[in-house]
């Protein structure tokens, strides 16, 4: 039996252009001011600006709830990744009419009622969750990118400049060849789009990080530049990955272990790394005839292997491996010239990339955005149950320790006129030595030189002025003289610190940093 013809259109019946993504945000946020909120975030170098959207609900504050950074659309042919966070748009500002009636969404609300996640519909689960949590969603980060596609350039992947946006983040960067699809850029941070979603990350310091990407179904933690799995991750972390899988049935775990391949300079890497966020994911939400779901075989290698006596279901598998291995791991080979390799013609070549990316039927389309959509929902009820600020300060609350000094945030050195000089060696070691998570949270001055405009990011996000800080800095330095006399006292007297027998995970990073792990870069 032949194989279906594939399309050689997106189905514009299912999917939505990027122009309809972002108005709907910017229409949610104009109508529903308490709950959504739209803005185009410049880059600092050049005219390129990026909507994000914050939703929450405003009447109980943003500050001191968690944080969840989602990035749909970063790579222009996985156009699904657009659409699962356009639905949870819709979701969490209260439209769920067209959702409720989906099947996918009655049997994935089933679940989160028998897990015990959840006692009513995926609406009133985010109505509760939105009290704790901030969900800052970058709809589209590839916009260029994805009208390309939406024009018919179906297998493009970067950047219409031709740059790989999760190749081009400063952590274990690799140019690459400038042909191949994960070329990084001529240098990290080339590219507006990785610095506005850097600025972001900074200014907003999430305690989740998703990227959504397509082509298989998985769930992968740091490292995605090496073997292992990284070291400071949270103890719960396997509790999440198991949780995510409850609905993913997916392959999951490190990526560079599991998916196969090393990605060098991506931003889940750099945000585990250089910014420290907890849980720092990326999602890979769908993969053609269920590549990478556990009952499917898990991952394409095994999947090609046992394809040697090759049903045609096999048969497919192994080309969507060939091409997976083709687009990720060896430059050689391109996805396009894989997917021509398996396809013939240029129509079907094209028709490829659109399947292999993007479901085209409609119950599959469903399946997969309400899969997801009830994915973010446990993420961020499981951040919500482990609040990372309150438990900082619980933890310096039970020590009767004084929190050490804040370093100045990039705020703060904007409105100083001092952004982009010398992080000061005290401020480092005093992070790097101070009890709880509060080092962590505070400790990335991060090497770059944004001058930031007056923009919009400093009219919504920067609430401090040169005077706060003169005050910050000068209450810092008696508190750290506390802390210091403190611990000096305590060393005299032969008692243990309070703190050094701690084995909390913020302990231990606290030590590998001090040990200058973490500053290789
Ligand atoms: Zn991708």
Redesign the pocket.
């Known amino acids: 039996m032949a194989a279906p013809e594939p399309p050689s259109q997106v189905r514009w019946d299912l999917y939505h252009k990027s122009e309809a993504i972002l108005d709907f945000f910017k229409k949610t946020a104009l109508k529903l001011p308490t709950r959504v909120r739209y803005e185009n975030l410049p880059d600092p170098e050049t005219d390129t600006s990026l909507p994000v959207v914050t939703v929450t609900d405003f009447a109980s504050g943003e500050a001191g709830k968690e944080v969840v950074l989602l990035v749909a659309g970063?790579?222009a042919r996985?156009l699904i990744?657009s659409e699962i966070v356009f639905w949870l748009g819709k979701l969490l500002s209260g439209k769920d009419d067209e959702l409720a009636d989906w099947a996918a969404v009655q049997t994935a609300t089933a679940l989160a009622w028998k897990r015990g996640w959840a006692k009513g519909t995926l609406k009133e689960w985010a109505e509760e969750l939105l009290e704790k949590v901030v969900f800052k969603i970058i709809p589209i980060e590839n916009i260029q990118g994805r009208k390309a596609v939406e024009g018919g350039d179906l297998c493009l992947?970067k950047t219409t400049a031709g740059v790989d946006l999760?190749r081009n983040w400063e952590y274990a960067w690799n140019k690459g060849e400038e042909g191949s699809d994960e070329y990084g850029g001529p240098k990290p941070f080339s590219e507006p789009e990785t610095r506005i979603v850097k600025l972001i990350a900074e200014t907003t310091r999430p305690q989740a990080f998703v990227n959504l990407?397509?082509?298989e179904y998985a769930v992968y933690v740091p490292w995605d530049s090496k073997k292992g799995l990284a070291p400071d991750l949270p103890a719960d972390i396997g509790n999440v990955l198991e949780q995510l899988d409850a609905y993913c049935q997916c392959m999951h775990g490190a990526a560079g272990d599991v998916a196969g391949y090393l990605a060098f300079g991506s931003s889940m890497d750099y945000m585990y790394e250089k910014l420290h966020v907890k849980y720092p994911l990326t999602v890979?939400v769908y993969g053609p005839d269920g590549l990478g779901k556990t009952a499917m075989g898990g991952h394409p290698r095994k999947v090609l292997q046992a394809a040697s006596n090759g049903t045609q279901q096999q048969q497919a598998f192994r080309v969507h491996a060939g091409m997976q291995a083709g687009m990720q791991g060896q430059p050689g080979m391109s996805s396009e010239a894989a997917a021509a390799a398996g396809a013939g013609d240029a129509d079907g070549r094209l028709g490829r990339c659109l399947l292999d990316?993007n479901p085209m039927e409609k119950e599959e389309y469903e399946e997969v955005v309400a899969t997801w959509l009830a994915s973010l929902l446990v993420l961020a009820q499981h951040l919500a149950q482990h609040p990372a600020a309150t438990s900082a300060t619980a933890e310096a609350e039970q020590d009767q320790l004084p929190l050490p000094p804040t370093p100045p945030s990039k705020q703060e050195l904007a409105a100083t006129g001092r952004l982009g000089e010398e992080q000061p060696s005290d401020f480092s070691q005093m992070a790097a030595g101070s009890p709880g998570k509060k080092a962590k949270t505070s400790l990335p001055w991060l090497p770059t030189s944004y001058s930031l405009p007056m923009n919009a990011i400093q009219e919504t996000v920067m609430e401090h002025t040169a005077t706060d800080f003169t005050q910050k800095i000068l209450v810092g330095g008696v508190l750290f003289c506390a802390v210091a006399a403190m611990y000096c006292l305590w060393a005299r007297m032969g008692k243990p610190v309070p703190w050094s027998s701690s084995s909390s995970p913020s302990r231990r990073r606290s030590e590998m940093r001090a040990k200058g792990r973490g500053f290789r870069q």
């Open positions: 970063e790579h996985e990744t992947r999760n990407h397509s082509g890979e990316y």
